[in-house]
């Protein structure tokens, strides 16, 4: 065993630097499309049909990017005519823009989970990558314990959902069940471009349009996957420790 | 002179009670079980109280008997506690019936059933105060064919009266063990059979006799009591027996035995030896542990506390062991303790047991079905029956405040006094004896946490768990005595211990009661007989606080030991009970005033894992539960087959699985198989013999002769001798003619 | 062996009348068609007990006018062949013979038929309650059909509340423990039923599909570009594997030649894919057995690789990359180098870890002995992968039926017998160690040049396979002319996987079940689609 102590010591501290400083890491974040880009006309329609997931809306000479549909297909930044820019950032959770418990930012918020936040993730028919990513906040380059955030088994402990995937018909009374076992105050946290949107599953018979056509969201937390960086972020925004990303109404 | 009325009285009633079940109409048969057995019962239970309070036995010497002598009756205050422990559950059981035995009308005879059971009433009257040895057995013998008559009351078929016939033969067995037991002590006797000459006779036994005498009635009694390994009959007969008769029989029939051996072994001839105290000892603490873990295996709900009074009766022998090496070992007061515990246990038993059978017999009646298995979330349509359940299995568990905890604690309290004995090889098995218990005490908690929460918890894991049913009054009376009597006998142990204290005065010739438990915590500070520095030590240890506030004396105190060095042991559960009613009532007054303010209590369904509805197939069974339990002592339970029945269909698809276990009690694999199975080789291999040709039997029959002469040939006279030669000549004759 | 055209004449002959026989050389494969009647089974049998082909899975269509069944087999050993079985029946006669009896992997694949397409396997005994819940649709509910009507569906769902799941274990102490859909931590949403008597698992039953996204049905109808999305994302913890496989059935029908830079990385970032994949259950194995400085190093490792991934390809799973024609950008020489580099680096430290195990008589302890898949059971149930390497039952589409110019790279196909857990840990540090080799070859192999070809779409059917980390995977495509999906079928090695979980699972004590579920590196959104 004390082979497992000094090796374990041995591997130094390899934590991030977030939330103190930003992380600037390679490889840590997909990056997201720039928000808003000016450009031609006929360049935004032709922008407009390429995206798959109707993330991208063109008006009055600029391409605005819906982060809450946007899946990093980077068919949008392949062709030389119309590249949009990329960000590098992760800072991307924002306050659900309606059916949301608490009145977004405003005093009603729950102070409770300012310290600590015990997390109950449910997949609700996620590809993998989502729930990888939350999986990977336990690991010691994020851990989330250090900021006060656990995952408990039982939703009957949890503070906050964190919900991955679509929600297909299948986990969609499970989720209910779920939701409906915690003790208020709750929040629940829809993580990914499929549970913000459906992404590239929904709508069809058996997948709607994602968590807020179960349950009132309260925050989203956009990319596909959101990197283990943005669900943190989107864990202190719930927690009220991180303002949520400036400009982002919902849509 | 109360004797007298009292005994009349009882003797009245239950005569009375035999001929109105007689003539009455079947459907009152039940009623006037009730009333009369009652009223006899209370009377049985004033003559026990008169026995304990008046310091001379009540006798009655009956008529004489030509080459017998004497017959004799008397209540000695050992009678008393037992005729009480025994009244207390008659009455009870009587209250008990009137409603229990509904269900039975119309399909059996009740004339039979209330016939027996005043019979045995009257048995148990007769062998309790029986002061002769010829009205003991009789009396005896009656109470064991009764026993057997009630057992098997409700007989079906041939299978279902194999247990109570297993139950009579071992009886019987027993019996006859006790006979010769009485044979060797009056064997040269003094002329009669009065336990007062026999007491007198027997100073002058041999240590064969003695032996010889502790083990025949060891046995005997033993049996009946349902020591190991001679209790394989208690949980067959248990489940076929209806439940008044189960309690009836495990508060009542099996305490006989301990008297029987505290009788036989404490009183009439008491041990010299250490030796038979240890066998004692070692039994009490071996049956208390095979029977725990055969109640931890068991699923049906009766032979699960068959197997519990099998423990329970385990405790009070080894409490009884103990106080018998310590009385040989000439330490009176702890052996006194040893006895009060034992008696202690002894009386908790027979009232928590009959609690927990009325309940046992309450829901097999209403739901149909006594396996565990198959029972669960009775609670919610039962609230009274599961709290009155729970108040039972609380105390058996020995939980405080309840009595179980009590007699329990003094029992290990005087296993742990074994240090002062000078043999070492005794103090170790003493300590094996002690751990053994400790290892019963957890297994009881596993067990009864089992028995409540498959049956009362959860949900209901069939149709016929979840039938609502009202418990009537009647069983909610006869329950709520119990469950009243469990927390008094917990609570006011103070008040027990010293009526104890006098039964074992009686065996001891020490007051064990007022030397070890020092009664001036009853507000008499300078008592005489302890020693000053001591007292005072005791005051600085802060015993005395509360005594002024407190009404009663609460503490129960083992001390031994010098004023300088005072060993002590304290409990109590008197003063818990207010300080854990305080503790709780605050609890409640703070959740329900301070917290309850910010937060309002929702109720929500269970959580499942988000499974869309939980039905009972998907809950932990009893088995289950127990499992943990039967992997660990898989050497005791030791399945001889333990397979798993695979059926395919088309080639590869699994239909069932259907597990085969075959389980053999570790007393018939260890013990009774090898030993029949030994036996039956030796008559396999004697029946070579048996070909059935005349003159090979005329050669066994000449050959016999012949060992017999030269065995015996002392006094052999001529013509014995030549006689076999003529029978020689005369076969070898025939056999050429044939 | 035979020949495929020996094969084809000697099926003629046995079912003389019956079967029809076709050879297709460019394939190469050989396909016999045969009637919907008891010699299917036959046939069956003759493919695979005596020409030793393995079953691949079953793609069912539905044609205008009739059903189309394809059975697909593949060689394991010599040259690389296909078997193919097709058997068709008018539209109104939705009855076939089940093979299941003979080929008991072909159970999963009847029933999930059944289950989406309301056909019926005859001697098949338990169809029913599979893909579609009975708790939430009915049984009549076939979605696959091409006359399904989504909102008739909706609008006359009629769940059967009563359901409960079949139990098979007869002892009147039974039950069955429920695990799921939610459960522990951070898990997917699977239900298991555990049957027991309280310590042994006796009989473990993983009800699935709770992620059943319908795919398949939702693929038709797309573009070849929108199916892709679909096709790299349904799994994306394997994503590049399922990517590259829709990618390579595209090419085969508008029969695109693919630069050999995109080839070379295409291995490259598959092995990639393959090795991460491969830490993170190495990590999942560790956590499962409690040895808390093991799981943190390999969840370091773990990380660091997706970091590689990131930083090489723009995303963490790699998603985006794999297009029909080669990949979508094309990646520098040098970032190519400096993540080799760097994945023998964490190699290296992941054998210091695996070392570091195998000193842990507490994490052996655990592992050996526990979760045994015989041989004989593996290939009964046709495991693949890992899993079936792990029970010597071998067979790896890179060396069995090269794709992507695998024939031109050297590596091993690590092989266990015991079929526990700890051989299914030491198949995976070996198919790590495997991954890492083939990606020192990669550099040597990238010439200049670009890494896509336009594709100009044709109709027609193909079949694109790949060893994906958690094996072989099958994607079979058809496209009409203007490029449009007709029908997308994914045989993933997960549903392959499942099918055979019990084995592992059972007679094994509850304390080892996520540990056994840990070691067996199953992934329920593969399975359910």
């Known amino acids: ?251 | 002179m109360f004797f007298t009325v009292f005994a009349v009285l009882f003797l009245a009633f239950s005569v009375a009670g035999i001929v109105c079940a007689l003539l009455s109409p079947e459907r009152g048969v039940a009623l006037s079980l009730g009333c009369f057995g009652g009223v006899a019962s209370v009377a049985m239970g004033a003559v026990g109280v008169c026995a304990l309070i008046s310091d001379t036995p009540f006798e009655v010497r009956l008529w004489s008997v030509p080459t017998v002598g004497p017959l004799m009756l008397s209540v000695d205050k050992l009678s008393g506690l037992f005729l009480l422990v025994s009244a207390f559950v008659f009455l009870a059981t009587s209250i008990y019936s009137v409603e229990y035995l509904q269900a039975y009308l119309k399909h059996f005879n009740l004339r039979t059933l209330s016939v027996c059971y005043f019979a045995i009433m009257l048995a148990v009257g007769l062998v309790l105060s029986a002061a002769d040895a010829l009205t003991f057995l009789v009396s005896w013998e009656l109470m064991s064919l009764f026993g057997y008559a009630l057992v098997n009351y409700q007989k079906r078929d041939e299978q279902s009266t194999r247990p109570g016939y297993l139950m009579l033969v071992m009886g019987e067995a027993g019996f006859v063990a006790v006979v010769l037991a009485f044979l060797v002590i009056g064997g040269r006797g003094p002329g009669n059979l009065l336990f007062s000459s026999l007491r007198l006779h027997s100073a002058s036994l041999g240590w064969h006799a003695r032996w010889a005498v502790f083990l025949l009635s060891f046995f005997g009694f033993g049996v009946k009591t349902g020591l190991a390994p001679f209790n394989r009959w208690l949980p067959q007969a248990h489940p076929i027996a209806p439940a008044n008769v189960s309690a009836v029989l495990s508060g009542v029939l099996l305490n006989l035995g301990i008297y029987g051996i505290i009788r036989v072994n404490a009183d009439l001839t008491p041990l010299a030896t250490a030796g038979p105290g240890l066998v004692v000892l070692l039994v009490g603490a071996f049956s208390a542990l095979m029977g725990i873990m055969y109640a931890n295996r068991d699923n049906d709900m009766k032979a699960m506390l068959a197997n519990s009074s099998i423990e329970n009766m385990g405790i009070i022998t080894t409490a009884l062991g103990a106080g018998l090496v310590f009385m040989t070992f000439h330490q009176p007061l702890l052996a006194g303790i040893a006895w009060i515990a034992a008696f202690y246990q002894m009386t908790n038993h027979s009232v928590y047991k009959s609690l927990l059978f009325f309940g046992a017999g309450a829901i097999d009646r209403n739901s149909g079905t006594r396996l565990m298995d198959r029972l669960g979330g009775l609670s919610k349509h039962m609230p009274l029956l599961a709290a009155l359940f729970l108040a039972g299995a609380l105390s058996i568990c020995a939980l405080p405040p309840t009595n179980g905890f009590v007699s329990e604690w003094l029992t290990l309290q005087c296993l742990l006094q074994s240090s002062v004995l000078a043999s070492r090889s005794v103090k170790v098995l003493f300590a094996l004896a002690g751990a053994g218990l400790a290892l019963t005490a957890g297994l009881a908690v596993t067990c009864f946490v089992k028995a409540y929460a498959m049956t009362f918890l959860g949900i209901p894991r069939s149709n016929q768990a979840r039938q609502r049913a009202r418990v009537r009054f009647p069983i909610r009376l006869a329950m709520g005595l119990g469950a009243v009597s469990c927390l008094l006998l917990g609570v006011l142990p103070t008040y027990v211990i010293p009526i104890l204290g006098r039964v074992s005065e009686l065996l001891t010739g020490v007051n064990a009661a007022a030397a070890l438990v020092p009664p001036f915590f009853n507000g008499a500070p300078g008592h005489s007989r302890l020693p000053h520095s001591f007292l005072s030590d005791f005051h600085n240890l802060g015993a005395q606080v509360g005594q002024n506030l407190l009404p009663a004396p609460g503490l129960v105190v083992l001390h031994r030991g010098h004023a300088q060095n005072p060993v002590v042991f304290a409990m109590s559960t008197s003063y818990m009970l207010p300080v854990l009613i305080l503790l709780a009532s605050t609890l409640f007054l703070a959740v329900r005033f301070v917290l309850a303010r910010r937060s309002k209590t929702v109720r929500k369904p269970v959580w499942a894992g988000g499974l869309a509805s939980l039905f009972p197939e998907l809950t932990y069974t009893a088995t289950g539960f127990s499992s943990p339990v039967r992997v660990t002592f898989n050497a005791v339970f030791h399945p001889q087959m333990s397979e798993e029945r695979l059926e395919l269909i088309a080639g590869h698809f699994r239909n069932s699985i259907t597990r085969v276990v075959g389980e053999v009690h570790v007393f018939d694999r260890v013990l009774f198989q090898p030993l029949v199975n030994r036996a039956s080789h030796i008559a396999r291999t004697l029946s070579r013999m048996h070909h059935g040709r005349l003159n090979a039997y005329s050669a066994y029959v000449l050959g016999t002769l012949f060992v017999v002469l030269l065995l015996s040939r002392t006094q052999v006279e001529e013509h014995v001798v030549l006689s076999p030669a003529l029978i020689l000549i005369v076969a070898l004759i025939l056999d050429r003619l044939l | 062996m035979l020949n495929l055209a020996g094969m084809a004449a000697e099926a003629e002959q046995n079912w003389p009348g019956l079967v029809q026989a076709w050879v297709d050389r460019r394939t190469p494969l050989c396909e016999l068609r045969c009637p919907p009647s008891e010699i299917l089974p036959e046939v069956v049998h003759w493919v695979v007990d005596e020409l030793l082909f393995r079953f691949a899975g079953l793609i069912v269509e539905q044609e205008p006018q009739e059903w189309d069944l394809r059975y697909l087999f593949y060689s394991i050993q010599g040259p690389p062949r296909w078997a193919r079985l097709r058997v068709r029946q008018p539209l109104d006669t939705p009855k076939f013979p089940s093979i299941s009896p003979q080929v008991h992997a072909a159970d999963w694949y009847e029933r999930e038929a059944e289950d989406l397409y309301g056909v019926t396997f005859e001697g098949h005994p338990r169809l029913g309650d599979f893909v579609l819940h009975d708790d939430l649709w009915q049984e009549a509910v076939a979605p696959m059909r091409r006359d399904f009507d989504e909102k008739a569906a909706l609008a006359e769902r009629r769940p059967d509340l009563d359901w409960k799941f079949r139990r098979i274990v007869h002892d009147p102490g039974a039950f069955a423990m429920p695990v799921g859909p939610i459960y522990s931590g951070v898990t997917e949403s699977v239900q298991f039923l555990l049957e027991t008597v309280g310590e042994d698992v006796i009989r473990a039953f993983p009800r699935l599909f709770y992620k059943y996204r319908a795919i398949e049905k939702i693929a038709e109808g797309r573009n070849v570009d929108g199916c892709l999305l679909l096709a790299e994302r349904f799994a994306a913890t394997t994503a590049f594997a399922h990517a590259l496989a829709y990618c390579q059935a595209v090419e085969t029908i508008c029969r695109v030649k693919l630069p050999p830079r995109a080839h070379a990385l295409r291995v490259l970032v598959s092995e990639l894919e393959r090795f991460r994949h491969h830490v993170g259950v190495i990590h999942d194995i560790c956590e499962s057995t409690g040895l808390s400085v093991a799981a943190s190093q390999a969840a370091i490792l773990e990380e660091d690789l997706l970091r590689l991934s990131g930083d090489l390809t723009g995303h963490r799973y790699l998603f985006g990359l794999a297009i029909p024609g080669g990949l979508s950008r094309n990646l520098k020489d040098a970032d190519c180098i400096d993540a080799v580099e760097m994945a023998v680096k964490i190699l290296k430290r992941l054998q210091e870890l695996d070392d570091g195990l195998r000193y842990s008589s507490s994490f052996l302890d655990r592992l050996e002995g526990v979760g045994i898949i015989s041989p004989g059971k593996a290939w009964e149930f046709g495991l693949v992968g890992p899993m079936g390497r792990a029970s010597g039952l071998g067979g790896d589409l890179r060396k069995a039926q090269p794709y992507a110019s695998y024939e031109h790279f050297e590596f091993d196909v690590p092989l266990e017998s015991e079929g526990d857990g700890f051989a299914r840990l030491r198949v995976l540090m070996a198919e790590a160690a495997q991954s890492v080799r083939i990606l020192c070859q990669v550099p040597v192999r990238l010439e200049a040049g670009d890494v896509a070809v336009g594709v100009s779409l044709q109709s027609g059917r193909a079949l694109g396979w790949v060893e994906a980390p958690r094996g072989a995977t099958f994607h079979g495509l058809h496209l009409d002319e203007s490029g449009v999906v007709l029908r997308y079928r994914m045989i993933t090695p997960s549903f392959v996987n499942w099918h055979g979980f019990h084995l592992a699972a059972e007679n094994f004590a509850f304390q080892d079940f996520p540990i056994i579920l840990a070691t067996v590196g199953l992934s329920a959104t593969e399975n359910d689609r």
């Open chain 1, 1 to 251: 065993m004390s082979r497992w102590v000094i090796s374990g010591l041995r591997q130094g501290v390899v934590t991030t630097c977030y939330p103190t400083r930003m992380e600037t890491a390679k490889g840590t974040s997909p990056g997201l499309p720039a928000r808003l880009t000016p450009m031609a006309d006929e360049f935004g329609q032709e922008l407009v049909d390429v995206c798959p997931t109707g993330a991208i809306h063109f008006e009055r000479g600029e391409a605005r990017v819906d982060y809450g549909r946007c899946i990093h297909c980077f068919r949008c930044s392949r062709s030389a005519r119309y590249v949009l820019e990329w960000e590098s950032g992760f800072e991307w959770a924002r306050f659900a823009s309606d059916g949301s418990n608490f009145v977004k930012g405003a005093a009603s918020w729950p102070k409770a989970f300012r310290k600590s936040m015990h997390i109950r993730v449910v997949d609700a028919g996620d590809c993998g990558a989502c729930l990888n990513e939350v999986k990977q906040l336990n690991n010691p380059y994020y851990n989330m314990h250090r900021l006060g955030f656990f995952i408990t088994p039982t939703p009957r402990k949890a503070d906050i959902l964190l919900v991955v995937g679509p929600v297909n018909d299948h986990t969609r009374l499970p989720l209910q069940a779920a939701y409906d076992a915690m003790p208020t105050p709750k929040l629940v946290m829809a993580v990914g471009a499929c549970a913000l949107s459906g992404g590239v599953f929904g709508p069809s018979f058996v997948t709607g349009t994602g968590v807020k056509d179960v349950l009132p969201v309260d925050i989203e937390v956009p990319g596909s996957p959101p990197p283990p960086l943005a669900i943190l972020h989107g864990l202190l925004v719930a927690a009220g420790r991180k303002p949520p990303m400036p400009g982002q109404d919902g849509r």
